[in-house]
């Protein structure tokens, strides 16, 4: 059964955010495989934009704070150097930072949404 949202175009934003999310996460896995293929240019637009709909339009009000922390998580995942790590260190960074930068616009938008529901307040 199907969410009940507002109308049927706010249900098909929110499946359209839900495979935004999955093609998200599954082009910062595999750019990590191709790196020296792909243009870093092309990328980080892609990710950041794929992001961008993730963060406007996926979250309900329950889901903003779970997000919030597992973006935080990640963003301070990333900070670790993991290419120490033998064979596939250099990969598991490089997925990290793709998949960091695909979640950073957001959790952005997710946190100026929270901001400006606390303001209303």
């Known amino acids: 059964m199907a969410h009940k949202r507002g109308s049927r175009g706010s249900l098909e934003l929110h499946q359209i955010a839900h495979y935004a999310f999955f093609v998200g996460l599954l082009v910062s896995i595999i750019a990590a495989f191709f790196r020296t293929y792909i243009g870093p240019q092309a990328l980080v637009t892609t990710l950041v934009i794929l992001g961008l709909i993730v963060g406007l339009f996926n979250l309900t009000a329950k889901e903003t704070v779970p ?9 301070l995942a ?13 990969w598991l960074r490089q997925a990290l930072s793709n998949i960091v930068v695909f979640v950073v616009p957001g959790a952005i938008i997710v946190g100026l949404k929270a901001v400006w529901k606390l303001a209303s307040k």
Do not use: E, K, R, W
């Open 67 to 75: 997000f919030l922390i597992a973006a935080i998580a990640l963003m």
């Open 78 to 90: 990333g900070i670790v150097n993991l290419g120490l790590i033998p064979f596939v260190g250099p």
